[in-house]
């Protein structure tokens, strides 16, 4: 159980060019899922965390306005990246927390790669 | 504010060898988690072990084993007798109360045949 999926597992675009990245619980319900950033060789870093049904908190320096997040349902969020450019190049990671959760237990998918050219 | 240091960015060793990670934390919280993730090259997090505050004991887990001292704010990762697939990027993390995960830079661990 508490499998999350990505899709897609990886995406190359041009630049100025808008990716979408679904972020899919697919046997639990999760009212909180959280967007990673990964760079080569670097650690996750936080980007955003959605609530079902209401806007995304958005950590510091991240733009709001150029990772769009949706979290329209239980189980599942967006994150759009717009007009990306070489430098939104990187590794996205999305985690989802259950609704029980009894560990502030987060599970993760397997991530998306994309490459902007 | 939360902080999580792996000051090992690279470890090599040759199969069979133990090895020891090391994860110094920092948290004003009384209750909190922390935990050890495995990343392979394909990019996904593996979670191997979660550990709350209150809970002080080792555990081993076949050739891996976890040291959680409080006193020293420290949550190492052994492997023992390690072998060529544990080759990966390590990361302990922290959670407090909230939601907030932390997550310190990582370890590179090679092993060599």
């Known amino acids: 159980g508490a499998v999350v999926s990505q899709h897609p597992s990886r995406v190359i675009c041009k630049s100025g060019t808008s990716v979408k990245i679904e972020c899919r619980s697919l046997?639990?319900?999760?009212?909180?899922m959280f967007w990673y950033r990964q760079f080569p060789k670097k650690s996750l870093m936080l980007m955003a965390t959605?609530?079902?049904?209401?806007?995304?908190?958005?950590e510091q320096g991240v733009e709001k306005d150029k990772f769009l997040i949706n979290h329209a349902s239980l189980t599942l969020s967006t994150l759009t990246v717009t007009s990306a450019h070489p430098e939104d190049s990187s590794f996205y990671i999305c985690?989802?927390?259950?609704?029980?959760?009894?560990?502030?237990?987060?599970?993760f998918g397997p991530g998306t790669r994309l490459t902007v050219l | 504010a939360q902080k999580v240091t792996q000051a090992q960015t690279e470890i090599s060793v040759v199969e069979k060898e133990d090895v020891t990670l090391d994860c110094v934390y920092e948290t004003r919280d009384t209750t909190y988690y922390l935990f050890w993730y495995k990343q392979p090259p394909s990019g996904e997090l593996v979670f191997l072990i979660r550990?709350?505050?209150?809970?002080?004991q080792n555990e081993i887990s076949g050739r891996y084993s976890w040291n959680f001292q409080k006193s020293t704010s420290s949550f190492n990762f052994t492997i023992t007798a390690s072998q060529v697939v544990d080759s990966a990027v390590y990361f302990c993390?922290?959670?407090?109360?909230?939601?907030?995960?932390?997550f310190g830079g990582g370890t590179r661990l090679m092993v060599k045949p």
């Open positions: 046997d639990f319900q999760a009212t909180t």
């Open positions: 985690s989802a927390r259950p609704l029980a959760a009894y560990y502030n237990e987060q599970f």
């Open positions: 993390a922290l959670n407090n109360a909230g939601n907030m995960l932390t």
């Open positions: 959605s609530n079902e049904g209401s806007k995304a908190t958005y």
């Open positions: 550990r709350n505050s209150f809970d002080e």
